[in-house]
């Protein structure tokens, strides 16, 4: 399995099932690996320091820990997936409420952009700020990703090279066509084609994490 699919995994119930028992590291260490990056990510989006949303992930980690033995799996009455977010969002509003009232004046906008502004301009306005929005966003993300490298590996290595260029990159098709030395209508067939590909694993996985 590649680095870019382990960023996120459906959850799977034989899976939830095996972290019933505190004592199967080998699960923990794969749920771990499966959702840490994912839930710190959201962290970070939501206006933590990298530090906060370390923190975050060990403190929703845990509190998974205690309550998976009193947690039932049944897709009819909540997926794992909102009950996961109402972890991790109780433990974000946590470190926003330890900040000092000043620090809730700062604007969310600049919150989004974590590799352009200071730490102290990342903090959010609690009125804006959206956990469940940015969730989604990031679940859609990993979908994606998941979905075009599973794709990846079923197509011709020259296909998805199409593809990437023509959709993901949105390079015009005449400049493909000079670059890879293919028919235009080849190009066209190929997108229409992969994408296709793309939205029925997205489906799939969609539905494997309701």
């Given at each position: 399995?590649?680095?870019?699919?382990?960023?996120?995994?459906?959850?799977?119930?034989?899976?939830?099932s095996?972290l019933?028992?505190?004592?199967?590291?080998?699960?923990?260490?794969?749920?771990f690996?499966?959702y840490?990056?994912?839930?710190?990510?959201?962290a970070?989006?939501?206006?933590?320091?990298?530090?906060?949303?370390?923190?975050?992930?060990?403190?929703?980690?845990?509190?998974?820990?205690?309550?998976?033995?009193?947690?039932?799996?049944?897709p009819?009455?909540?997926?794992?997936?909102?009950w996961?977010?109402?972890?991790?969002?109780?433990?974000?509003?946590?470190?926003?409420?330890?900040?000092?009232p000043?620090?809730?004046?700062r604007?969310f906008?600049?919150?989004?952009?974590?590799?352009?502004?200071?730490?102290?301009?990342?903090?959010p306005?609690p009125?804006?700020?959206?956990v469940?929005?940015?969730?989604?966003?990031?679940?859609?993300?990993?979908?994606?990703?998941?979905a075009l490298?599973?794709v990846?590996?079923?197509?011709k290595?020259?296909?998805?090279q199409?593809?990437?260029l023509?959709?993901?990159?949105?390079?015009?098709?005449?400049?493909?066509?000079?670059?890879?030395?293919?028919?235009?209508?080849k190009?066209?067939?190929?997108?229409?084609?992969v994408?296709?590909?793309?939205?029925?694993?997205?489906?799939?996985?969609?539905?494997?994490t309701?």
């Open positions: 399995m590649s680095q870019n699919e382990d960023k996120f995994l459906p959850t799977r119930k034989t899976l939830l095996r019933r028992e505190h004592d199967n590291q080998d699960s923990w260490r794969e749920f690996d499966t840490w990056r994912f839930i710190y990510s959201v970070l989006k939501a206006g933590l320091t990298e530090a906060e949303a370390q923190d975050v992930v060990q403190e929703t980690v845990l509190t998974v820990s205690k309550q998976m033995p009193r947690f039932h799996y049944d009819q009455l909540g997926s794992f997936k909102a996961l977010l109402r972890i991790t969002q109780s433990r974000v509003v946590d470190h926003l409420r330890k900040r000092p000043w620090a809730a004046q604007n906008a600049n919150a989004a952009d974590t590799q352009r502004t200071s730490t102290t301009d990342r903090i306005d009125k804006e700020y959206r469940e929005e940015l969730w989604e966003e990031e679940w859609q993300q990993n979908l994606m990703e998941v490298e599973r990846k590996h079923q197509v290595p020259k296909d998805y199409i593809f990437d023509a959709v993901l990159r949105a390079w015009p098709v005449r400049d493909i066509a000079r670059t890879l030395d293919v028919n235009p209508a190009i066209y067939l190929v997108k229409h084609r994408s296709n590909l793309v939205k029925s694993e997205v489906k799939r996985l969609e539905a494997k309701r």
